[in-house]
């Protein structure tokens, strides 16, 4: 990765955190982007060093500003990984976060594709990596908004995968079920209070679902992303890639 600039969203905690220490290791140059900027410096700090700027993708000019800043400071992009995004269900009527799930990680998604391939370094390989979620391939009530804003992205990847493969950009995305964040452990207490039950209880039932029996860790997701943006993965591009303990088999 060393002289590869690459641009995180949602660097600031959970995934996003653990694929920008991830990336600092293998040697690349992290621009951090998120909605708050303290605790992307934070990030950064621990990755020896990175740009941090503070943006809400659902402001498209936000984002053009952030990966113009990004491009600034660290020079064209080679690789955008899109993790920012907001979770939790959502029910009709009034306070439906249905709009706004989607806002927010499928189209502020889209603008951050947008605006990382304004920014592309000229020639040779480029990447785009998506984080949606195994809520993209399986129905969960209650979450119409999450799972079909990460529905959302896949198709998304792929169009962009045809569309950008000329350019020698390779697109993809992985599906994470349970994984070890603030997020997923504020679903297991969703749930957990939904049936009456303690959070241990909820989590022994989560997991009966997982035939690995565990959550994934945020450095898992991370090592993936990592062979994504490798020589490795060359070829691999439209591709959304299972990462989910066996909860979902394709």
């Not at 992009?77 to 995004?85: E, I, K, Q, R």
Request: aromatic share 6%; glycine share 12%.
């Amino acid at each position: 990765m060393r002289g590869r600039h690459v641009v995180v969203t949602g660097a600031g905690r959970g995934i996003g955190k653990a694929i920008a220490l991830r990336l600092a290791r293998d040697g690349a140059t992290l621009s951090l982007l998120a909605r708050g900027v303290d605790a992307l410096d934070e990030t950064a700090r621990e990755a020896g060093g990175a740009f941090t700027h503070g943006v809400d993708i659902r402001d498209a000019t936000q984002v053009d500003e952030a990966f113009h800043a990004a491009v600034e400071a660290n020079g064209p992009v080679h690789a955008l990984v899109a993790n920012s995004g907001i979770g939790g269900p959502n029910e009709p009527g009034e306070g439906d976060r249905f709009v706004d799930l989607v806002q927010t990680n499928l189209i502020g998604t889209y603008a951050c594709v947008r605006a990382a391939q304004r920014g592309f370094a000229e020639g040779g390989r480029r990447d785009v990596v998506v984080i949606s979620s195994i809520l993209a391939r399986i129905p969960v009530p209650f979450y119409t908004g999450y799972s079909a804003s990460k529905a959302g992205l896949l198709g998304l990847v792929r169009s962009l995968a045809a569309e950008l493969a000329p350019e020698e950009v390779q697109v993809n995305a992985i599906c994470p079920g349970w994984v070890a964040t603030d997020m997923s452990w504020e679903g297991i207490g969703l749930l957990a209070e939904a049936l009456g039950i303690t959070r241990d209880e909820a989590y022994e039932r989560a997991m009966s679902e997982v035939p690995l029996r565990r959550m994934s860790e945020p450095e898992d997701i991370a090592g993936t992303v990592a062979w994504l943006l490798s020589p490795d993965s060359r070829g691999v591009t439209g591709q959304a890639i299972d990462q989910n303990g066996g909860a979902f088999m394709s």
